[in-house]
Structures are given as structure tokens and as C-alpha cells.
């Protein structure tokens, strides 16, 4: 599947503003710091990869915008503004910097610990975190994502994660309910991310029951369907059954 990877690769970087921004105006949502954090991920995992010269440019360029736009508290928002902060946009920021460092791009270590003590300080009394520092409750979706923040700023086995972890295995035997509550897939694409990096009993429990609820949930024609649309949550399910195979620089251990 070369030539469709190269394309998407084409349109990612064509999408990427002098600025380093990368988002598609036409497209855009409410939320576009989102379509950047991926969009750098994608470009780090790219160029980790190849080391293609003009993949490195952008990449640099989309970095720079995510340390330069992080707010007071230690995270990230809808926009590329030093604003406000949520866990979910703060997600998808440290990982695409991890991807980036992991890929020889430099990253300071302030913007690390900052995101690190922004994540910590999202986190409930339950182990899960709720979306804004002000407070709010534990979900899912977004604890799983919260996990993965920590592990991506390089913390393990402390308190926190251990806590976060907790929280998250107690819906493994909800795993068939998932069409009852919002963001499946975004929830079980970073709760497989989370489990992979714990490794062990964790991961050994979590992987089969969630390969098996996908498999039962693809539709005859193939696809996964998801109200955001089919093709994001095929996309999401197939990452999901792929971790094991250990070919994404972003989930080798």
C-alpha cells in the first residue's frame, strides 16, 4: 500500500502552513489543534521511518508550534493559542512530541515535566481523569487517553499510571456495552495503547477481549461503523488489532 501512504503523506505536508500548522481550512472543526497533533504524528512516524529531508522541515515546523503553544497550566486546546487546556487535545500533543523526540527531533525537557504536572493534576481521587482542571468525572474514554499522556512523558510504573490503570481494566468486562456510551473507538484506541506499553497480565487480559469484540462488530462488507464515519472507525479498529505486530515506531516498546 506504498502509493496510498505516499499520497496521504502528500496531502499531510501540502496541509501544513509556513507556520507549521497542519490543518485543512475547508475542514476544519471547532477543534483543530486535534487535526495537528495527529497530523504531527503522523509526519514523526513518517520521517522516523524514511528520515526523508523535507518530512524533517515540516515535522520541525509542526513541533514548534505545539511547544510554543502550550498553555500556562502544562497543556493544550481547540486552537494553537497559549489559552486554556483539556486532556483530550493534551493527548494527542505529547504523543506526536514523543513520536517526534523518538524520530532525534528535539524537544525540551519544561515542555515535557509542564504536560507532565497538567495530566497529574487532571487526575480524579478513582484513578481516572476528568477533562479540565476546574473538575468534572472519570470517564473512560478519556482516562485510557490520560494513561497514555503519562507513559508518553516517560512515566511508567508510578502511582498515577498504576491508578490509571486500575481505573481502566475495571471496564474490560464492559467491552460488549461499547456502543453505549460516546468515542468508542477513540476511547479503545488509546486504552490498547495503554495496555501494550504496560505490558504483562494487563496487556495479556485486555488484547483478546478487545480483538475479539472487533472482529464481531466488522460488517460484512469489512468496515467498522462509527457516527464520526466508517472510515475513522475502521481506521481506529484496525490500529487497535495491529499493536501487537509492533510495526508503528510510536507503540514499540
Known sequence: YGG?????LSYVMENTSPSGFVTVASSSTHGPMYSHGFGTLFLAEAY?????????EKLQKAVRLIIDCQNDEGGWRYQPVKRDADISVTICQ???LRAARNAGLYVPRETVDACLRYVKKCQNPDGG??????????????????????????????????????????????????????HYFYGHY?????????????????????RNELIRRQSSGGFWKDSVCDEYG????LIVLQIPNNFLPIFQR
Open 234 to 237: 475502521t481506521a481506529m479498529a
Open 94 to 96: 505529547i504523543n506526536a
Open 4 to 8: 496510498q501512504i505516499e499520497k496521504a
Open 190 to 210: 488509546y486504552a490498547a495503547q495503554a495496555m501494550w506499553i504496560r505490558g504483562g497480565d494487563d496487556w495479556n487480559s485486555w488484547y483478546p477481549a478487545i
Open 48 to 56: 522516523g521511518m524514511t528520515h526523508r529531508p523535507e518530512i524533517r
Open 129 to 182: 481523569f476528568r477533562y479540565m482542571l476546574p473538575g468534572g468525572p472519570s470517564v473512560f474514554p478519556r482516562s485510557a487517553a490520560g494513561v497514555v499522556a503519562l507513559q508518553s512523558a516517560g512515566e511508567y510504573d508510578t502511582k498515577e499510571v498504576r491508578d490509571g490503570i486500575a481505573y481502566v481494566r475495571q471496564f474490560a468486562k464492559e467491552l460488549k456495552l461499547g456502543s453505549h456510551y460516546s
